[in-house]
């Protein structure tokens, strides 16, 4: 394994499930953008045969790497997956990066030179900077409203919490309690900044350009849409009422000492 300068070993994560004309490019793009990184290819049993192609690109490059799970769980559960995979391999470094080409691989070193002074890197869409090409209206009003959403109920600074392309370090991913994550959709992305910011570590936004898929399917489902509504609002009911709990305490604490 090659280091990445400062920050150790690289790991990127790429979720399949039906990508087969798709994550050959963009597993090459990856490997020219960032050489020294290794990719790993989370496939659930696609039927179209993504597993196969993925096999076919790691017999011909040691940097690459697949796993192949039993079936479709949502991308959740496979990035959990090649998390504890990369961790135990001792990477330094996660990457999530989506298959279809929405993710540029050139992009990349932006992430980790941010990443040298942060514990999480989110590409963001919707900061200065940002950009969303070839997305339907609609699309963009799911995401600007599920940010929003998100905003309100967690009240965390960042304004693309539900974004898929992120960066991690190590330390970031083990000292967030994986083994509590439950998403297993898009809320995902919120999940794991949302543990983040609870806990403390950095996280920075850094502008992307995220380009509609050209190839293949979208995944994004009405219950996807549904848990992640859901999910978001009661952690922002548990963060509220610990917010009013601690207020009521500190009033009372100050009452306490004027008597
Ligand atoms: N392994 C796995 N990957 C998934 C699953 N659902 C989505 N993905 C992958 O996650 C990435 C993002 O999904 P996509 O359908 O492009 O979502 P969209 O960009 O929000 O429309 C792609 O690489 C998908 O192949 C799943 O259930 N299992
Ligand atoms: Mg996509």
Known sequence: MTDYPPLGKVLVIIPTYNEAQNVESI?????????????????????????????????????????????????????LAGFHWGLDAG??????????????????????????????????????GGSVVNWPKSR????????????????ID???ATGGFNAFRAETLRGIGLDEVASAGYCFQVDLAWRAVKK??????????FVEREFGDSKMSRG??????????LWGVDHR???????????????????
């Open 27 to 79: 597993t090459r793009r990856l490997r020219t953008s960032v050489p020294e990184a290794h990719v790993l290819i989370a496939d659930d049993n696609s039927p179209d045969g993504t597993g196969e192609v993925a096999d076919r690109l790691a017999a011909d490059d040691e940097h690459v790497h697949v796993m192949h799970r039993k079936g479709k769980e949502g991308l959740g559960a496979a990035y």
């Open 91 to 128: 990477y330094g470094v996660l990457v999530e990066h989506d298959a279809d080409g929405s993710h540029q691989p050139e992009q990349l070193p932006l992430l980790l030179k941010a990443l040298e002074n942060a514990d999480m890197v989110k590409g963001s869409r919707w900061v200065r």
């Open 140 to 155: 963009e009003i799911l995401s600007r409203g599920g940010n929003l959403w998100t905003r309100l109920w967690l009240g």
């Open 158 to 160: 960042l304004k693309d």
């Open 200 to 209: 403390g570590y950095k996280v920075v936004e850094v502008p992307i350009e």
């Open 224 to 233: 996807i849409v549904i848990e992640a509504m859901i999910r978001t609002a």
């Open 241 to 259: 009422a610990r917010q009013l709990g601690s207020f009521v305490g500190g009033l009372l604490g100050r009452r306490r000492r004027h008597v």
